[in-house]
């Protein structure tokens, strides 16, 4: 098992054997080469985009500390598993969903308590138009007791849902790229993004 001293050993190493990569490589050839076994590659592409994973997981745990927790386990996993990327996805966004899942992840530890079930009807067939019914749910509250209250209500969500507020909250993504973290079709965004709004509205009456 990797603890947290290996993972921060490895990567020290990596950054003291560094060598000059040229900055003008694309995300592509720098993925190719550490897949060969260029850890001096990898190192680049964690440079290039740590800034915008680790706003991510700021925005998600809503603390350094957690962020800072998250970005590591973030950076483990994707050396470990740079093999499993096959391309499809934009390599930021592989990155980023691996970062995002290791905020959820550390929310869920500090969580400790028993979820809250929410059936949702399989005949619930709602229509929505993508620029209201998808906002953000934090527009719809104002005042700082009013977001407290709303993130006490988004812990209740189940799952499904909490994770697609969470990463839609991330940066205030849209659809498309929250559908693309969350490793589901568009159409199940919109729909669990809804569900959501429409749960949350009832908690915060």
């Not at 993130?151 to 205030?172: F, G, M, N, W, Y």
């Amino acid at each position: 098992m990797i603890t947290e001293v290996d993972s921060q050993r490895t990567q020290d190493e990596l950054q003291e054997n560094v060598k000059f990569v040229a900055p003008a490589s694309t995300d592509e050839v720098l993925v190719a080469a550490a897949k060969l076994g260029d850890h001096q590659a990898f190192l680049e592409l964690w440079t290039r985009h740590s800034s915008r994973v680790f706003k991510a997981t700021y925005r998600i745990t809503g603390n350094r500390e957690d962020a800072e927790d998250a970005i590591q386990g973030a950076w483990m996993k994707a050396y470990l598993h740079l093999n499993t990327f096959d391309g499809r996805a934009q390599f930021t966004t592989w990155l980023t969903r691996i970062a995002i899942n290791s905020s959820l992840m550390i929310l869920r530890r500090k969580r400790a308590r028993p979820e809250t079930s929410m059936d949702i009807g399989d005949g619930d067939t709602p229509q929505w138009e993508i620029a209201d019914q998808t906002k953000s749910v934090e527009d719809l509250y104002t005042g700082q007791e009013r977001v407290e209250r709303l993130k006490r209500a988004i812990c209740r969500l189940q799952p499904t849902l909490r994770d697609v507020v969470e990463i839609h909250q991330s940066e205030d993504r849209s659809v498309k790229e929250v559908a693309e973290l969350a490793g589901i079709s568009v159409a199940a965004t919109k729909s669990r993004l809804l569900r959501a709004r429409k749960i949350l509205r009832r908690l915060l009456v």
